[in-house]
């Protein structure tokens, strides 16, 4: 659109621009922008007048901000993008050039503060429950290690690494699907998405599929269903969703993989937390137990999001993650509190055998579906309890085990 219409912007004598998501305005080390940025950019400087709306203003760094600066200022910090970077960023040159993290960052917070930016955070304009993030560990194939040191390039690692833990996702969605009434699954890669499609398709919950292929009518039809509540599984491309996607009806939501940077994470995570969320959102980060890559490119995310935070806000505080165990969550319901007990029976098997066993190590009581269609951890006490006070066939089943097998343990060992 912009191509088509560059001429005609070009030669109009604007007396005011408003351009909203301006973050999208990057600048390029190579000093070639996109069409649409020199555009606007270069609009931007003849009108008289100029607002940049974004609620993320920079993507990745300081330096990313020099086009929305320069629109608003030409000048004003440099006449040109590398003046610019060697006055605030680590400049490196080996062999090719390097620009790095902001290296004077009160300095241009202070002056981006007292001259063009005005900043208004959700806490000051809005009242919204509290938001919790938890990294997720899950089983993967011990080969993912091994790739990541032996080099290649980093796009088709990130692309295909999601593949070595196909069966730990698996389980995991079994975990959320039992405790939460509607789940978001954000991914970035497509092969991912048909994956989660699939798995989803397999239990024969309810979903709805956001991706790049998806115009918007069809969007908003579906969204529309989720907020009332007719779709369990929301299966959300984390790039597709960056604008006009609202997710709120649910408060739990999971990043099969790790978000590419750190702004995409912030606008998916914004899809639930944002008016009309009534509830704690909590939001699960699936990383390899072992996994080096998923190690780098999380502490990549982290630096990326402690610097945008230190320059757009002030914030010096580290990105707040917590962090659990594949038991722990099963044994949450809402939170890392809760106990397995009030696991919901919707998504236990009603006929199948299910197989029992006791770890020599906790004593705790791990339960398996068929199929590993399900799968369920309790103490021995909540076991019996919940043998006494339900009426289910796999509870049953469980009794029957507790007093033919284990009716010698008094208590159990605890988590």
């Known amino acids: 659109m912009t191509a088509r219409l560059s001429a005609m912007i070009r030669e109009t ?9 301006s973050h999208l305005l990057h600048t390029n080390t190579s000093g070639s922008d996109a069409l649409y940025t020199t555009l606007i950019c270069d609009v931007a400087k003849q009108a008289t007048f100029c607002l940049l709306l974004s ?3 920079v993507t990745t760094g300081a330096f990313d901000l020099f086009n929305q600066i320069d629109a608003l200022h030409p000048g004003w910090l440099g006449t040109a993008r590398l003046d610019f970077a060697l006055r605030y960023c680590a400049v490196t040159v080996d062999p090719f050039l390097k620009i790095g993290s902001c290296v004077r960052q009160h300095e241009l917070s202070s002056l981006l503060d007292e001259r063009i930016m005005v900043r208004r955070r959700k806490r000051e304009v809005l009242d919204l429950p509290s938001k919790q993030r938890i990294l997720y560990p899950i089983e993967e194939e011990a080969a993912s290690d091994r790739e990541y040191e032996t080099g290649g390039n980093f796009q088709r690692r990130y692309k295909s690494h999601w593949v070595l833990r196909k069966t730990g996702i698996s ?6 699907r039992a405790t939460n009434e509607q789940v978001v699954l954000f991914a970035h890669h497509v092969e991912l998405l048909d994956f989660l499609e699939t798995e989803v398709k397999r239990r024969k919950e309810t979903f709805l599929v956001i991706k790049g292929g998806v115009d918007m009518d069809a969007r908003q039809h ?3 269903n989720f907020a009332e509540k007719k779709i369990k599984f929301a299966i959300v491309g984390i790039s ?6 609202s997710l709120a009806s649910s408060s739990c939501a999971v990043f099969c993989e790790l978000p590419p940077n750190a702004t995409l994470m912030k606008q998916a995570e914004d899809r639930l937390h944002r008016p009309g969320q009534a509830a704690k959102a909590t939001f699960y980060y699936f990383v390899g137990q072992r996994s080096l890559f998923d190690k780098v490119l999380f502490e990549r995310l982290k630096k990326d999001d402690d610097e945008v935070r230190r320059l757009i806000d002030g914030d010096d505080s580290p990105l707040p993650f917590s962090f659990t165990t594949r038991s722990a969550t099963c044994d949450n319901k809402a939170g890392p509190e809760a106990p397995m007990g009030t696991l919901s029976e919707a998504a236990m098997p009603c006929a199948r055998q299910l197989l029992f066993t006791v770890s020599r190590y906790t004593g705790r009581l791990h339960v398996k579906g068929e199929g590993s269609a399900f799968y369920a951890t309790l103490t021995i ?3 019996r309890r919940c043998v006494r006070e339900r009426n289910h ?11 033919t097998t284990i009716r010698c343990l008094p208590t159990s060992k605890g988590n």
Do not use: K, N
Not at 240 to 245: D, I, L
């Open 222 to 224: 579906l969204l529309r």
């Open 381 to 383: 006490d909540e076991a």
């Open 171 to 176: 389980h995991a969605l079994d975990y959320l």
């Open 13 to 21: 004598p604007w007396q005011c621009i408003v351009c909203d998501e």
């Open 240 to 245: 597709a969703c960056s604008v006009g996607v």
């Open 393 to 403: 066939p796999a509870w049953r089943q469980m009794g029957d085990f507790l007093s």
């Open 55 to 57: 609620g993320t203003p």
